[in-house]
């Protein structure tokens, strides 16, 4: 059998109540992956293909333990339903290099975007720190893993160099006027502790001179505050009866500061020149000043007159030559100290010049532009790179920013201007929480960022940015409740699948109304060049704090009626169980009520939050339809699509018509008409993924007529019937047949009626009928009426009466009081086709009562009445019963008697026809 084909089981049931599932999302069947509530495993969920197979990729951001707690992503396999375990990416274990990074607490897996185009994927951890000085900046990181799990870049577009990215030369003293060597080595160890020693942040190198220059360490040594100290702890002096200070900033300039030593470009480079006297070579001072000049080197100049004021000698010469070595200005960068001892009062106040504080403008006010960016918070590919929401960005207005193979794209802070004004940032918009782009019909990309903070009503905003950083704004969205999170979701949809969108919903999970915190969902249509407000996704029930719209995913066809779909999640609702509610496009919008609502109960006991992530994009389990994938609280679930199917139910009849003069049964001991009804049924597949499984079919045929008398019945043995399975293809028929009996009656003219109910065995397993498909059909059984092709009789019937009184011509006739009797003869004929269910209609006055009717000729046409209600002064007859023949004649007499209790003047007969 090819996929398509599938056993048909024909069930018959007296009494049916076939309840339709009207959606084809499997609540039974469901695959859940396990994991650590703690870690916050299935805060996100997507689904991805990479190397031929199908993955639930699973975010858990706050996997690890202590400082380890970095967040994580899994991979689960689904293939059918065999319960593999998942597999951890490990991905806290990447880095930066050169950055003094802390990832405890980053959050990664707390977005997750996969690359339909690479099959690779990125998740972020927006809460990654890095130290700069004394403080510590969460710029975001990300991380792009490769179609095969084995290759993990990291990328932090947000990250700014810090202001202790430095690369800094001790240039120290080290002759025999130096004394005592113990101070000077406390001085170096105060001054190094005070130092943030790390990757992209400060190396060091301390260069000792006297007569000749050591290097003592160099600049790629040490890595931290701990191994530099330990190192100077063990620095001896050198001595030397020589201080060839110019010697010793060469040597420093030329070759400390040299890269393959350490040096790094793009560091500042600060030289750190401690001496206790005139220099020997201090004709050689002035060009190796114009050289580090030349360099960029900042230079800081320290004077220690201990030996100046043991031997009373005065210090001005030697204080002019170190002022010379220090870097304009001389008061900024010059000290000096009365001896050795001295040095240690100077070390706050050197390290306060040498570092200055991250983020501080010239009236020393805190302004944050990138550093707290949390770029990551949001993600979505698009087609030359990704774009990343930063919410922290400039003071938390938020920022868009765009990873690319060539490089970063970063807006300035005035690109937002206009949408988020200055009167507005104590307010933190924290625009970028989400991102998606939409594609009108002009071909040219638009990006969609959501700010919900702004204004504390939230907004969104459609613009279009160039690689330059410039933006564009094309349109803005505006919340209308305080604190409804209006733009903390967002998806557009492509509703008939042609490229365009049609549809952007906009959630505002939050939203307040009938006292609780239900959410809404706006809905935007595209028209020409402008979203246009359309209504709102929203649920009904008044008892709830849901959050309906915590997450929206815009779906592939899941009913296969050729438009995209839209599941919306609601992961507070029923006790913060959670529900999905799924909503399914039409045309270009999305129909407004949602088709299957699908809560945490009906799936698996004991989920909480489910519906805070929902992806929907691949077919998971290789039968042809798009599955879903829902997060909850320490489980992610993927939910299967059913098959769809459309049953074709119908009732033949043998023969076609009732043929009333064809009595060929007995019922009761009466003659009937025997006839039988064929049920057929035939399955056609709406969707692919209908399995070779028997589809068994219940259903209940009925005759349809309200009468106290039935015309018709079924057979003795109707419910004795035992069916087996009957295999079928699809498109081919099925039928079973059943036999009845036809009963005289007076009423030919309408037709029988047959009702047949049908369903599904087990609506909850297998394919579902399609959504809306019937499941009842109606059809009639008409009399055949032997009255030509058009099966419609045209009868002319005609009557003539005479009373036995002579010589009256017409009615009422006049008689005498003396007669006993009155006879009337009649002739009734038929001229053109049957006539089915003629009665002949006799009134007469109440001084009369009836007493026959007697036919005169030898003729099968009957009169009878005797089968009719009689009533005082009428009486009704039937005529041929149950037809009159075409061309039929009949002539017969009807007899009255006097009532001798009755005295009236007149006597009245009328005789009329009629069918």
Request: aromatic share 12%; with cysteine; hydrophobic share 35%.
């Amino acid at each position: 059998m090819d996929l398509y084909r599938c056993g048909f089981v024909v069930w018959f049931v007296t009494q049916l109540s076939v309840p339709c599932d009207s959606f084809n999302i499997d609540t039974k069947w469901p695959k859940i992956i396990r994991g650590s509530a703690d870690a916050q495993f299935g805060y996100t969920v997507q689904q991805h293909e990479a190397n031929g197979q199908k993955w639930l990729l699973v975010g858990a951001p706050w996997a690890g333990v202590g400082k380890k707690r970095t967040g994580d992503v899994y991979r689960c396999p689904v293939r059918n339903q065999t319960n593999y375990g998942c597999g951890k990416l490990n991905l806290g274990r990447v880095s930066l290099p050169f950055v003094s990074e802390h990832k405890d607490n980053m959050q990664l897996g707390m977005t997750l975007t996969s690359n339909a185009k690479d099959h690779s994927f990125v998740t972020c951890g927006p809460l990654w720190s890095h130290e700069c000085g004394s403080s510590y900046y969460s710029p975001g990181i990300c991380c792009k893993i490769s179609s095969n799990f084995k290759s993990a870049r990291a990328f932090a577009p947000a990250i700014q160099r810090c202001e202790t990215f430095m690369d800094i030369v001790i240039v120290l003293d080290g002759s025999n006027s130096i004394y005592p060597w113990y101070e000077v080595q406390n001085f170096l160890i105060n001054i190094l502790k005070k130092f943030y020693i790390g990757p992209g942040q400060i190396r060091l190198a301390i260069v000792q001179y006297g007569e000749t220059a050591v290097h003592e360490f160099e600049l790629r040594d040490y890595k931290s505050v701990t191994d530099v100290v330990k190192a100077a702890r063990n620095i001896e002096q050198r001595g030397g009866t020589e201080t060839n200070t110019a010697h010793g900033i060469e040597i420093a300039r030329s070759e400390a500061f040299s890269i393959r030593r350490g040096a790094r470009k793009e560091a500042k480079k600060v030289m750190i020149v401690i001496t206790d006297g005139e220099s020997h070579d201090s004709p050689h001072l002035k060009q190796v000043i114009e050289d580090s000049e030349r360099d960029n080197i900042t230079r800081y100049a320290i004077a220690v007159l201990g030996y100046y004021n043991r031997r009373g000698i005065n210090p001005s010469d030697f204080l002019k030559e170190i002022k010379s070595i220090a870097s304009h200005p001389a008061d900024k960068h010059f000290f000096n100290v009365s001896d050795e001892a001295a040095l240690k009062d100077i070390v706050d106040a050197l390290g306060a010049r040498i570092f200055s504080l991250e983020g501080t403008n010239i009236r020393n006010e805190t302004s944050f532009q990138l550093e707290m960016s949390q770029a990551g918070f949001s993600t979505h590919f698009v087609e030359d790179g990704i774009l990343l929401g930063a919410v922290g960005a400039y003071d938390w207005t938020g920022a868009v920013l765009k990873q690319t193979s060539h490089g970063r794209v970063i807006p300035s802070k005035d690109a937002y201007m206009k949408e988020f004004p200055k009167e507005l940032k104590n307010h933190g918009a924290y625009l970028g929480y989400t991102i998606t782009s939409v594609m009108p019909k002009s071909g040219r990309i638009w990006y969609v960022s959501g700010a919900p903070r702004f204004n504390h009503t939230g907004k969104v905003i459609v613009f279009t940015m160039k690689n330059d950083g410039s933006v564009t704004i094309q349109q803005s969205l505006k919340g209308q409740q305080i604190g409804s999170y209006f733009g903390s979701e967002l998806s557009p949809v492509d509703v008939d699948a042609d490229g365009v969108t049609d549809v952007l919903l906009v959630g505002a999970p939050m939203f307040f109304s009938d006292g609780r915190e239900k959410g809404k969902i706006y809905i935007y249509s595209l028209y020409k060049r402008i979203f246009i407000f359309n209504g709102f996704l929203e649920i009904s029930d008044k008892s709830q704090n849901s959050r309906f719209g915590s997450a929206i995913a815009g779906v592939r066809d899941l009913n296969h009626d050729s438009f995209n779909d839209v599941v919306v999640g609601a992961p507070l609702e029923d006790d913060h169980r959670g529900a999905i509610y799924v909503f399914h496009g039409y045309n270009k919008n999305i129909l407004k009520e949602y088709k299957q609502r699908i809560g945490a109960s009906e799936v698996s006991h004991g989920l909480r939050y489910f519906g805070r992530s929902i992806h929907g994009q691949l077919d998971m389990n290789n039968d042809g339809l798009v599955d879903l994938a829902v997060g909850a609280l320490g489980s992610a679930v993927q939910l299967w699509s059913r098959s769809i199917i459309q049953v074709n139910a119908s009732m033949r009849f043998e023969p076609r018509k009732i043929n009333i003069f064809n009595k060929d049964c007995k019922r009761n001991g009466k003659e009937c008409s025997c006839m039988s009804v064929l049920v057929c049924f035939t399955v056609t597949a709406k969707s692919p993924g209908l399995q070779n499984d028997s589809l068994i079919i219940r259903y209940n045929v009925s005759i349809d007529e309200r009468r106290y008398t039935p015309r018709a019945l079924f057979d003795d043995n109707f419910e004795k019937y035992i069916h087996s399975n009957i295999t079928m293809e699809p498109e081919l028929e099925t039928c079973d047949q059943f036999y009845f009996h036809v009963l005289d009656t007076l009423d030919y003219v309408r037709p029988i009626g047959f009702i047949l109910d049908f369903g599904l065995l087990d609506p909850e397993y297998g394919p579902v009928l399609d959504d809306g498909w019937p499941t009842t059909t109606r059809t009639t059984l008409g009399f055949w009426s032997d009255c030509g092709e058009d099966e419609h009789c045209d009868p002319d019937l005609g009557l003539r009466a005479r009373a036995d009184i002579y010589g009256s011509s017409q009615f009422p006739f006049t008689v005498e009081n003396i007669r006993r009797r009155i006879s009337v003869d009649a002739w009734l004929e038929n001229k053109r086709e049957n006539a089915y269910g003629t009665v002949l209609n006799v009134t007469f006055s109440r001084n009369l009562q009836f007493a026959t009717l007697i036919q005169k000729d030898d003729t099968e046409v009957k009169i009878d009445c005797n089968n009719l209600a009689k009533w005082p002064n009428s009486k009704v007859c039937t005529v041929a019963y149950p037809v009159f023949r075409s061309h039929s004649k009949v002539a017969f007499r009807l007899e009255f008697e006097f009532n001798r209790f009755i005295f009236l003047d007149n006597v009245a007969i009328s005789l009329t026809v009629s069918r």
